[in-house]
């Protein structure tokens, strides 16, 4: 059974940083392309981050704020937050496709996902 879980969310104040990571069990992802996405109150789910075989993926909105990376070895993904704004709260999701070798854009609904974390930066 696959299972993604979450872990690093909390309140930070604007300007601080924050590391997610995601813990992945079950299977290994290492050749699978994963991501990391967020939804806000109210707001749909948005692409945050994307890592793979081809290459890092950020949102406009992210970019030269947020790192993503991965340790095989521990099957984990983290996101790395820097420069955090009021603008980036919201719960954190990670997702990984369901098929190796992939790259981004995947096809992230039919992918796996975590629970998510929650991630609040006051102003």
């Known amino acids: 059974q696959v299972q993604l879980v979450e872990t690093g969310g909390g309140l930070v104040q604007a300007g601080g940083s924050l590391r997610l990571s995601c813990a992945a069990s079950?299977?290994?992802?290492?050749?699978?392309?994963m991501g990391w996405f967020r939804q806000a109150p109210g707001k749909e789910r948005e692409f945050v981050a994307a890592?793979?075989?081809?290459?890092?993926y950020y949102a406009d909105s992210v970019k030269g704020r947020f790192t993503i990376s991965s340790d095989n070895a521990k099957n984990t993904l983290y996101l790395q937050m820097n420069s955090l704004k009021p603008e980036d709260t919201g719960v954190y999701y990670c997702?990984?496709?369901?098929?190796?070798?992939?790259?981004?854009?995947?096809?992230?609904?039919?992918?796996?996902w975590g629970q998510g974390t929650q991630v609040t930066v006051s102003s």
């Open positions: 997702n990984a496709d369901n098929t190796p070798y992939s790259s981004w854009p995947y096809p992230y609904n039919s992918g796996f």
């Open positions: 890592l793979s075989w081809s290459g890092r």
């Open positions: 079950g299977r290994t992802f290492s050749s699978s392309a």
